[in-house]
T-cell receptor, first 114, second 115 residues
Framework: DAGVIQSPRHEVTEMGQEVTLRCKPISGHNSLFWYRQTMMRGLELLIYFNNNVPIDDSGMPEDRFSAKMPNASFSTLKIQPSEPRDSAVYFC????????????FGSGTRLTVV | AQTVTQSQPEMSVQEAETVTLSCTYDTSESDYYLFWYKQPPSRQMILVIRQEAYKQQNATENRFSVNFQKAAKSFSLKISDSQLGDAAMYFCAYRSVGANSKLTFGKGITLSVRP
């Protein structure tokens, strides 16, 4: 398996622009998680899905952030409009249901908003 | 809500020596999972070791082992025979056992290895 695939790896955008981050989980994994990593706040869970259904989005910072999972093999995290304080590394991770295993993380997307 | 605390922001170890990274957590649950993740400069999050709370035996993976003290809610990582490739940020994490559980991370600790 190719693991969790995220794109793009790097994204630089201007303030006010829409940004879409993409994630393909490991085939067969039915839980998907979006995390944000910053120096100040560490790793924060933004939202997670179970069987394509959002379970907890309490970590989504503002209405500017939205996430979708239209099918079991694809998820997006959208920021509209983007702001400089959104600059961070965004990770996607997946897990197999009740598995006692940890999560498998993607390589992350480094977002810079100028 | 569960919390994970890593109070040491940085540590340094001499190559071939042993180092212990500390982690404490707070929970009211009796069964759960604990993890250590490694994040090298490549930023990839790599699972190092896992411990199930119902198991009294400490987990071991090659040069990595944990000291799990359930009553004290402590979960430290010991790295033996440290190698230059061990230099990275290390995160302690907690997860409940439910199907809809989520992984909660500590702030992380930066480990440097001196040649």
């Amino acid at each position: 398996d190719a693991g969790v695939i995220q794109s793009p790896r790097h994204e630089v955008t201007e303030m006010g622009q829409e940004v879409t981050l993409r994630c393909k989980p490991i085939s067969g994994h039915n839980s998907l998680f979006w995390y944000r990593q910053t120096m100040m706040r560490g790793l924060e869970l933004l939202i997670y899905f179970n069987n394509n259904v959002p379970i907890d989005d309490s970590g989504m910072p503002e209405d500017r952030f939205s996430a979708k999972m239209p099918n079991a093999s694809f998820s997006t995290l959208k920021i509209q409009p983007s702001e400089p304080r959104d600059s961070a590394v965004y990770f996607c991770a997946s897990r197999l249901g009740r598995s006692r295993a940890g999560y498998t993380f993607g390589s992350g997307t480094r977002l810079t908003v100028v | 809500a569960q919390t994970v605390t890593q109070s040491q922001p940085e540590m340094s170890v001499q190559e071939a020596e042993t180092v212990t990274l500390s982690c404490t957590y707070d929970t009211s649950e009796s069964d759960y999972y604990l993890f250590w993740y490694k994040q090298p400069p490549s930023r990839q999050m790599i699972l190092v070791i896992r411990q199930e709370a119902y198991k009294q035996q400490n987990a071991t993976e090659n040069r990595f082992s944990v000291n799990f003290q359930k009553a004290a809610k402590s979960f430290s990582l010991k790295i033996s025979d440290s190698q230059l490739g061990d230099a990275a940020m290390y995160f302690c994490a907690y997860r409940s056992v439910g199907a809809n559980s989520k992984l909660t991370f500590g702030k992380g600790i930066t480990l440097s290895v001196r040649p």
